[in-house]
């Protein structure tokens, strides 16, 4: 299950573009939108249920076992329990099975109820002859619907999925999804079917309209033989190389060391090599919090840093060399965020993007 998707899913569907909670103003409220959103709020409202109700039974039994004095059980039914609020992996005990066929069960249901309210809307656009966002409504009930499947991991996959999209956003976040009005779009890019690629005129980087500090961005990306791309952020767009960070997005095995797909661009090589050959899609979440940045390419973990770990011009933080001539520690902790196209073709998808509020 994609990050963004469940992230969608969870806060509200990607009905309609969320905008920052300063600049809203009032609406009428869209009856298309509140049927949906009733139904996805039904679905994380059953999985808080099962999540609460096997608390519970962890709990009895630790106080019963407690009471009995078999302290070794006491310790590891808590940790059971604190590896599952984590992760939301269930316990493996068959003491538990009961847990995930009703977990199963009422996933199920709120999965139908989700499945209904869409078929509603959709045959209400379609009625109304708007096949346009009729489809759009297809399109994304097929995506939504297909990542949730509650015999996976007996119901508690959506509770997996849910601690994964949450995990380390411990602060009030603001979602949006970014493309296209998130963009300066210009004559060298294309958006169509929600996929951002360089037009037959391509060239130079898509910049977002606003500047970011500390946030955290999804996103799908496909590489073309031989490519050299980047995502640039907290970056001056009138000087990104050297007023900004860059993730370089390239061809595997195209370079080495610290500008393999996934580096912080001549600062720090990726813990492993993670990006699927060219061609084929990679996801990729980049998270920024004051000096700490941490990405993950495809499932996997590739930077865990704190810029204030570089505190020399001209050098990394392990002593060697980069192109830098400030300090990183030293660079502006807001900017913009930029897509690169830098000779071939590269696209990109499914871009999300959630303010961090510290």
Same mark, same amino acid.
């Given at each position: 299950?994609?990050?963004?998707?469940i992230?969608?899913?969870?806060?509200?569907?990607?009905?309609?573009?969320?905008q920052?909670?300063?600049? +809203?103003?009032?609406?009428?409220?869209?009856?298309?939108?509140?049927?949906?959103e009733?139904?996805?709020?039904?679905?994380?409202?059953a999985?808080?249920?099962?999540?609460?109700?096997?608390?519970?039974q962890?709990?009895?039994?630790?106080?019963?076992?407690?009471n009995?004095?078999?302290?070794?059980?006491?310790?590891?039914?808590?940790? $059971?329990?604190? $590896?599952?609020?984590?992760?939301?992996?269930?316990?493996a005990?068959?003491?538990?099975?009961?847990?995930?066929?009703?977990?199963?069960?009422?996933?199920t249901?709120?999965?139908n109820?989700?499945d209904?309210?869409?078929?509603?809307?959709?045959?209400?656009?379609t009625?109304?002859?708007?096949?346009?966002?009729?489809?759009?409504?297809?399109?994304e009930?097929?995506e939504?619907?297909?990542?949730?499947d509650?015999?996976i991991?007996?119901g508690?996959?959506?509770?997996r999925?849910?601690?994964?999209?949450?995990?380390?956003?411990?602060?009030?976040?603001?979602?949006?999804?970014?493309?296209?009005?998130?963009?300066?779009?210009n004559?060298?890019w294309?958006?169509k079917?929600?996929?951002?690629?360089?037009?037959?005129?391509?060239?130079?980087?898509?910049?977002?309209?606003?500047?970011?500090?500390? &946030?955290?961005?999804?996103?799908?990306?496909?590489?073309?033989?031989?490519?050299?791309?980047?995502?640039? &952020?907290?970056?001056?767009p009138?000087?990104?190389?050297?007023?900004g960070?860059e993730? $370089?997005?390239?061809?595997?095995?195209?370079?080495?060391?610290?500008?393999?797909?996934?580096?912080?661009?001549?600062?720090?090589e990726?813990r492993t090599?993670?990006?699927?050959? +060219?061609g084929?899609w990679?996801?990729?979440?980049?998270?920024?919090?004051?000096?700490?940045?941490?990405?993950?390419?495809?499932?996997?973990?590739?930077?865990?840093l704190?810029?204030s +770990?570089?505190?020399?011009p001209?050098?990394n933080?392990?002593?060697?060399k980069?192109?830098?001539?400030?300090?990183?520690? +030293?660079?502006?902790?807001?900017?913009?965020?930029?897509?690169?196209?830098?000779?071939?073709?590269?696209?990109?998808? $499914?871009?999300?993007?959630?303010?961090?509020?510290?």
């Amino acid at each position: 299950m994609r990050w963004g998707i469940i992230a969608v899913l969870v806060l509200g569907c990607g009905v309609g573009l969320a905008q920052k909670a300063a600049a +809203d103003a009032p609406k009428e409220a869209d009856p298309v939108q509140e049927k949906i959103e009733a139904a996805t709020q039904r679905y994380y409202e059953a999985i808080e249920k099962i999540e609460k109700d096997l608390c519970r039974q962890i709990d009895a039994m630790v106080e019963n076992y407690a009471n009995r004095g078999d302290l070794e059980i006491v310790l590891e039914l808590q940790n $059971q329990k604190k $590896q599952f609020l984590e992760t939301g992996y269930p316990p493996a005990a068959p003491v538990f099975v009961s847990n995930r066929r009703r977990a199963q069960i009422e996933i199920t249901k709120a999965v139908n109820r989700m499945d209904r309210a869409y078929s509603e809307v959709i045959t209400q656009l379609t009625r109304k002859r708007d096949f346009e966002s009729a489809a759009q409504m297809r399109d994304e009930r097929r995506e939504i619907l297909a990542t949730i499947d509650p015999k996976i991991g007996g119901g508690f996959e959506a509770i997996r999925q849910i601690k994964l999209q949450k995990l380390g956003l411990v602060k009030q976040i603001i979602e949006r999804k970014f493309l296209p009005d998130g963009l300066h779009l210009n004559n060298q890019w294309v958006i169509k079917n929600g996929v951002l690629y360089p037009s037959q005129n391509p060239g130079g980087i898509i910049w977002s309209r606003d500047s970011f500090e500390n &946030f955290e961005i999804s996103f799908e990306y496909m590489t073309s033989p031989n490519c050299n791309s980047g995502i640039f &952020f907290r970056a001056d767009p009138s000087n990104p190389i050297q007023g900004g960070f860059e993730i $370089q997005l390239a061809s595997p095995g195209l370079y080495s060391g610290k500008q393999v797909a996934g580096s912080l661009y001549d600062a720090k090589e990726p813990r492993t090599n993670a990006a699927n050959p +060219d061609g084929e899609w990679n996801h990729m979440t980049l998270n920024c919090e004051g000096p700490n940045i941490r990405a993950v390419l495809n499932g996997r973990k590739i930077l865990d840093l704190s810029i204030s +770990d570089w505190d020399t011009p001209g050098r990394n933080s392990d002593g060697t060399k980069n192109k830098f001539k400030t300090a990183l520690k +030293d660079l502006p902790r807001k900017g913009h965020i930029g897509f690169q196209y830098h000779g071939q073709a590269v696209w990109f998808r $499914q871009v999300q993007i959630k303010t961090l509020s510290l």
